[in-house]
């Protein structure tokens, strides 16, 4: 602890004849616009160093880099050239355009490409035939130390290392808006990245034609196989046709016709014989009635219709011979013998005719029942005919059906053994690959501006992040808003020369001589109106705030220490500085005895008592009790924080201790200020230090 008193027990001159200048405060879009300028100006040394490093790292791989050559062929797709095996089937599909992308980096293609060009040969190719990187071995041993335990895979060998390779360097893609594909590969060697499209597109035509090939020969024996069979199967059809038609006879039209003619035959005779039956029934049942009236509705035979006429003449000359004679004359007994005879002559032809009509009746009866039965065989005939021939139908449709392919199949092989004539693959190589005169690319030169502009990009990233995680106090701007505190003013850096001839630093009129005198104001303003009898000056952490013993020569005995012991007087503790200012030392070190702060009162009264302007200066806030304790006593408490290093969380954390120990007002001043960066930052307070 160090106190300072001016001499002659009163107040430096330069420290209250002048009031501070009036701060600088530029509009809100005069520095928005220019925010970012400022930053990176602010951050110029980092983002020179940042980008410097960088860009270094990226200059080894630079200079590794080779010049890759590009070449590329181009081969077209055709439609097919076959002809279509018939109206129905389309024929061969077109090659696929993306189906034969894909052919074209298969495995075995690629396998085929890497034998024939030798690239496990090349160290280009084969990472076994390269040194090892520095990235390499940082992998390996970053590997090592996560699956330290676990047993290492192991490692590819042969072609398994080389296909990646090959399949980075290859590029095949369509041409937009064609059937052409592009064939390119990148190589150190311009040699290598014409050869090796060629020698793709060959690999490439020989198993399409090979493949093709043995497509055509497999599909053409398939065919031949299915023609075999389905000779058989049409064989089989037609026997089965010709057999079901022996065994079901005659089936044809003409026998169907014949029989549906029969069976009309049949039915007109069973018409007529059922008619003759009907009239031989009724002649029947007249003649067994026996009335005239009876007999007179049938035909009858010429002697029952005689004796009939005969009959109804007797009845007329009877009633004749009546209405002359009478009954008992002779005519009349006579004509009625005759009519007795002729009645009985008449009777018995009708006799003998009815029985020969129930004969004739009996006769229909049984002529009608046989052809009911003849007519029915003979439906049952042609129903058995008809479902003869459908089936003879089906079959035969059957057979036609199985022969109908039988033709198809060997339109098919007809074809076929026409399209294997013709050429196997439907593409055709527009252009072959040509070795390459310049390499692609750019340059190692272009290569090194881009990668100092992407240092550059990410050394200001870098200073954008920096800046914003920056919570240090640079200005009284960020403190506001924290309870028990006033500014005090900024203290710009001092620089060894005038920090060593501090009295003429301070009568000066340069910028810290300024930023002290608004110091002093400040204390003077928060005092009322002048200044107080004294003042702890502390910092909220080591290293932030003043050290005046260099300057104070803190060596000098006795001092506060022995004061405070009971061992000097107040007057024997007191020195005079060269400067003009009288000062009390720390005194002699008690590593095991802790001073006496009570005392220090004492201090402050006898200060008071000979007029002298007492500054304690005292331990951080943050590491000791002693400034709270001294700040209780003291009629100011002045908080250092050093610009750029001191948070404001750590200035917050020593308000409120200093606060809770009653010391009030506590002002706040920023030293150790750079001046040509804080004039680079957007406070309004920026302008204090200008040059201008």
């Known amino acids: 602890m160090t106190v300072l008193m001016p001499a002659g027990g009163g107040v430096a001159r330069t420290l209250i004849d002048h009031e501070p200048p009036i701060p600088f405060e530029p509009r809100a879009e005069d520095f928005d616009l220019t925010a970012g300028l400022r930053l990176v100006r602010r951050r110029l040394v980092m983002i020179i160093a940042v980008s410097a490093l960088l860009t270094l790292a990226a200059v080894p791989l630079i200079a590794q880099m080779k010049p890759v050559y590009h070449a590329a062929s181009r081969l077209m797709i055709h439609g097919p050239q076959a002809p279509a095996l018939d109206a129905a089937d389309p024929g061969p599909e077109a090659l696929n355009i993306v189906s034969e992308t894909e052919r074209l980096l298969s495995r075995p293609i690629a396998e085929r490409v890497i034998e024939d060009m030798r690239l496990a040969d090349r160290a280009e190719f084969n990472p076994a035939l390269r040194p090892a990187s520095l990235l390499d071995e940082a992998r390996a041993m970053l590997r ?147 009335s005239d009236e009876a007999l007179g509705g049938i035909e009858v035979p010429d002697g029952i219709g005689a004796l009939q006429r005969d009959l109804r003449v007797q009845n007329k000359e009877l009633e004749k011979l009546l209405q002359t004679y009478g009954e008992r004359a002779d005519e009349v007994v006579a004509l009625r013998a005759a009519m007795l005879k002729t009645r009985t002559d008449l009777d018995f032809e009708i006799d003998r005719y009815l029985q020969a009509q129930r004969a004739r009746l009996t006769t229909f009866d049984r002529q009608e029942s046989a052809l009911k039965s003849a007519l029915a065989e003979a439906r049952a005939r042609l129903s058995r005919s008809a479902a003869a021939q459908d089936e003879l139908t089906r079959l035969l449709n059957g057979a036609d059906a199985e022969q109908a392919t039988l033709d198809k199949l060997e339109r098919q092989a007809r074809a076929l053994s026409a399209q294997a004539a013709l050429p196997a693959v439907e593409a055709e190589v527009l252009s072959a690959a040509a070795v390459p005169l310049q390499p692609q690319g750019r340059g190692r030169l272009f290569y090194l501006l881009g990668a100092m502009l992407a240092s550059v990009f990410l050394a200001v990233t870098a200073a954008f992040v920096r800046e914003m995680l920056d919570r240090s106090v640079r200005s009284h701007e960020q403190l506001q808003g924290i309870a028990a505190i006033a500014p005090a003013g900024l203290l710009p850096r001092l620089g060894r020369r005038a920090a060593r001839n501090l009295p003429a630093t301070l009568g000066g009129g340069g910028a810290f001589a300024e930023a002290v005198r608004a110091t002093a104001m400040a204390l003077r303003r928060a005092n009322g109106g002048k200044l107080p009898g004294s003042v702890v000056v502390t910092s909220a952490r080591g290293g932030e705030g003043g050290n005046p013993g260099p300057l104070l020569k803190s060596g000098a005995k006795p001092g506060v220490s022995e004061f405070l012991a009971g061992e000097a007087t107040f007057d024997e503790v007191v020195h005079r500085h060269g400067a003009g200012l009288d000062f009390i030392p720390r005194g002699a070190i008690r590593p095991n005895e802790r001073p006496r702060l009570a005392g220090m009162a004492e201090i402050v009264k006898l200060a008071k008592a000979s007029g002298r302007f007492l500054i304690l200066d005292s331990s951080p806030v943050l590491r000791s009790t002693d400034a709270a304790y001294l700040a209780e006593m003291a009629g100011l408490t002045l908080l250092v924080a050093r610009w750029g290093r001191t948070s404001r969380h750590a200035v917050e954390a020593a308000a409120e201790r200093l606060a809770a120990f009653g010391a009030s007002p506590i002002l706040v001043a920023v030293n150790d200020v750079d001046v040509d960066k804080h004039a680079l930052y957007g406070f309004k307070d920026s302008e204090l230090f200008s040059r201008r």
């Open 144 to 290: 090592g130390l996560i699956d330290g335990e676990r047993p290492a895979a192991a490692a590819a060998e042969g072609i398994e290392r080389i296909i990646p390779e090959y399949y980075g360097a290859l590029d095949v893609r369509r041409e937009a808006g064609s059937n052409v594909i592009q064939i390119g590969f990148n190589s150190q060697d311009p040699e290598l990245a014409a050869a090796v499209p060629n020698a793709l597109l060959a690999v490439y035509l020989d198993e399409r034609k090979a493949g093709a090939r043995e497509q055509l020969d497999s599909t053409i024996a398939w065919v031949r196989r299915r023609i075999d069979a389905q000779r058989e199967r049409v064989d089989a059809a037609r026997d089965a046709a010709d057999r079901y038609r022996e065994t079901a006879g005659d089936v044809s039209a003409d026998a169907r016709t014949e029989e549906a003619r029969s069976m009309a035959e049949l039915g007109a005779r069973l018409d007529e014989t059922a008619r003759s039956r009907a009239e031989t029934a009724t002649a029947i049942s007249a003649l067994e009635t026996g």
